[in-house]
């Protein structure tokens, strides 16, 4: 996914790719050749939570996206916020998205998701109350942890990594093929 900058913040001017040394040698990144500005293109960091419900019965709640066509279940998930910590944004995604209470904590790991440029901070959520989805989601099941099946990406290796910490060998899915670009008019 291209969502790279088109134009300088600083002047308007359109950017370039222009090489210039960087400590680490020479790197190619998009830059206004007017100002001189640079658009890093840093990942954007992205919280996500295996929430456990502590008052299900320890069942995981994966959820689906209204955007997603299929019927596929994933993490809760949601963009870190200016001014909060990792553990305050993930607390906010969990309540805003399925309206359960985090009770505790513990950072699962770190993962790349670089198809969308993202660094995924995933965290283990035990949580209860009553679920509310928001807009966002249309709908989510409750799975026994050795139900779950994971998928070969981003929050998936989270999930695959939590499962064997609870002494389950994580079953990976295959994704479902990807329906062939319309030839070019």
């Known amino acids: 996914m291209d969502e790279e900058a088109c134009f300088c913040l600083r002047c308007g001017s359109a950017l370039a790719w222009l090489t210039l040394d960087e400590d680490g040698g020479p790197k190619s990144r998009r830059r206004c050749p007017a100002c001189g500005w ?3 293109n840093n990942p954007t960091p992205v919280l996500a939570a295996i929430v456990e419900c502590a008052d299900r019965g320890g069942r995981l709640l994966l959820a689906r996206n ?12 949601g963009f870190m916020e200016a001014g909060e910590s990792a553990q305050d944004g993930i607390r906010r995604e969990v309540a805003e998205e399925t309206g359960l209470e985090v009770q505790s904590l513990d950072l699962v790991g770190v993962y790349d998701f670089q198809r969308m440029n993202q660094v995924i901070i995933a965290w283990h959520a035990l949580a209860r109350g009553e679920i509310r989805l928001s807009p966002e989601l249309a709908e989510y099941r409750l799975f026994e942890p050795s139900e779950v099946r994971c998928w070969p990406a981003g929050t998936g290796y989270a999930l695959a990594d939590w499962l064997r910490s609870r002494g389950h060998e ?3 899915i295959d994704w479902p093929p990807r329906e062939p670009a319309a030839p070019a008019a």
Do not use: D, E
Not at 66 to 77: D, E, H, K, Q, V
């Open 38 to 40: 640079t658009h890093w």
């Open 170 to 172: 994580p079953v990976f």
């Open 66 to 77: 209204a955007a997603w066509s299929g019927r596929l279940f994933a993490l809760i998930t």
